[in-house]
């Protein structure tokens, strides 16, 4: 009774949209569709919804009221509950794993990925690296922008965007730090190509950040960005990193074994959960 729609609609703008002139009830060249229609429309079934879309050209579109939605999803629902009891469920990390269990009860297998190794050539003391931080500015930007205003302004900032493959790897070749602040929803792709690459990474400790089966860092290379410090600490760390690199990458060395052996252990994962529990 709480979902009962309120189906006051723009029918007179509708029947404009029908008769082929373009304007809707607002004036002017107004050609959005309506979204719904009017009462008696909306009483008269799904052939009279379907024959009203068609008279405005939106026929591939959803026209039904929220009741009837509402009430076909909760006609589905228990068959639903039931294809995801008997379903087989993977997940690309550890992290998702127990979220899927955590919110939905599901048991779910790890299927991960692998990073491809054509683009990349390990290089871990590179003469030609500068004074830069990348980091993926669509994840994090506010963060990265945080730490970046108390930092010198001798450190180049390196976003990873408009840039092809190649070019990613190419420019984690030449960088010192990466630095990703994102929220982790799985087993991100670019600190791995960083690892890949010999840059030092530095990972946000919340999602799959979190777990040290999804991101086997050290504890230090994983920051709190909801810390009142986090700015300082992070800026602290990407100086040390960017002052005594060896030490640094040789503290990382056992992440990029684990990023190295990625392809082995895709490949295991899917042998265990859709080859031999068939």
Same mark, same amino acid.
């Given at each position: 009774r709480?979902?009962?729609?309120h ?10 949209l @029908?008769?082929?002139t ?10 959005r ?14 052939a009279?919804?379907? /024959?009203? *879309?068609? $008279?405005?050209g939106?026929?591939?579109r959803?026209?039904?009221?929220? %009741?009837?939605k509402? /009430?076909d999803?909760?006609? &589905? ?8 009891? %008997? !379903? ?6 550890e ?8 919110? +939905? ?15 990349h050539?390990?290089?871990?003391? !590179? #003469?030609t ?12 930007? &506010? ?22 493959g ?11 730090v990466?630095?990703?602040l ?6 991100? $792709?670019?600190?791995?190509e960083?690892?890949l690459?010999g ?6 400790? @919340?999602?799959a950040g979190l777990?040290?089966?999804? +991101?086997?860092?050290?504890d ?10 986090? +700015?300082r600490?992070? !800026? ?8 005594? #690199?060896?030490?640094?990458a040789? *503290?990382?060395? !056992?992440?990029? &074994?684990w990023?190295?052996n ?17």
């Amino acid at each position: 009774r709480h979902l009962r729609p309120h189906l006051h609609r723009h029918a007179a703008r509708a029947e404009l949209l @029908r008769a082929g002139t373009g304007r809707g009830s607002f004036g002017g060249d107004d050609t959005r569709p309506p979204v719904a229609f009017g009462r008696r429309a909306a009483g008269r079934g799904a052939a009279c919804r379907r /024959r009203a *879309a068609q $008279r405005v050209g939106i026929a591939d579109r959803d026209v039904r009221p929220i %009741t009837d939605k509402v /009430r076909d999803f909760l006609v &589905d629902l228990k068959p639903r509950q039931q294809l995801m009891r %008997t !379903s087989r469920h993977i997940a690309q990390s550890e992290y998702a794993i127990a979220y899927l269990n955590l919110r +939905a009860g599901i048991v779910a297998n790890l299927v991960s990925d692998f990073i491809p190794r054509e683009k990349h050539q390990e290089t871990i003391e !590179s #003469p030609t690296r500068r004074t830069a931080v990348a980091f993926n500015p669509k994840k994090g930007a &506010d963060l990265a922008r945080a730490v970046k205003q108390v930092m010198p302004d001798t450190i180049d900032w390196v976003p990873l965007e408009n840039m092809t493959g190649p070019e990613i790897s190419a420019t984690l070749r030449e960088v010192s730090v990466y630095l990703d602040l994102g929220g982790q929803p799985g087993r991100d $792709r670019l600190p791995r190509e960083a690892a890949l690459a010999g840059c030092p990474v530095i990972v946000a400790k @919340r999602g799959a950040g979190l777990f040290l089966a999804d +991101a086997p860092l050290l504890d230090m290379y994983k920051v709190d960005v909801t810390a009142a410090s986090f +700015a300082r600490d992070t !800026s602290l760390l990407i100086a040390d990193m960017i002052a005594d #690199p060896t030490a640094h990458a040789a *503290a990382q060395s !056992s992440y990029r &074994d684990w990023v190295q052996n990625d392809r082995a252990r895709f490949s295991a994962e899917v042998q265990s959960a859709l080859v031999a529990k068939r």
